[in-house]
């Protein structure tokens, strides 16, 4: 089964609780944007992320897949 990488940026830049509901995701906080990247073996993954996002009320400002799958 492959995996694959997605980059995922939200609008702010979320403190150490909210991070801490995307424990599964590396998270870089950055000049008023957070990034989350999801290592994926499969697309519903990237939607449970993404309802995350949501049902939290962070604003969703890009959602990337990466050209290179992140390994066997």
């Known amino acids: 089964m492959s ?3 997605f980059d995922i940026t939200v609008a702010g830049e ?3 609780p909210l991070c801490d509901e995307f424990e599964d995701l590396q998270i870089s906080v950055e000049r008023g944007v ?7 073996t499969d697309q519903s ?3 449970s992320v993404l309802d ?3 049902s939290l ?4 400002l890009d959602v990337r897949a990466l050209d290179e ?3 066997p």
Do not use: F, I, K, N
């Open 3 to 5: 995996r694959h990488l």
């Open 14 to 16: 979320m403190d150490r």
């Open 34 to 40: 957070t990034r989350m990247r999801l290592v994926s």
């Open 45 to 47: 993954m990237l939607h």
């Open 52 to 54: 995350r996002v949501d």
């Open 57 to 60: 009320g962070l604003e969703l």
């Open 69 to 71: 799958p992140a390994g």
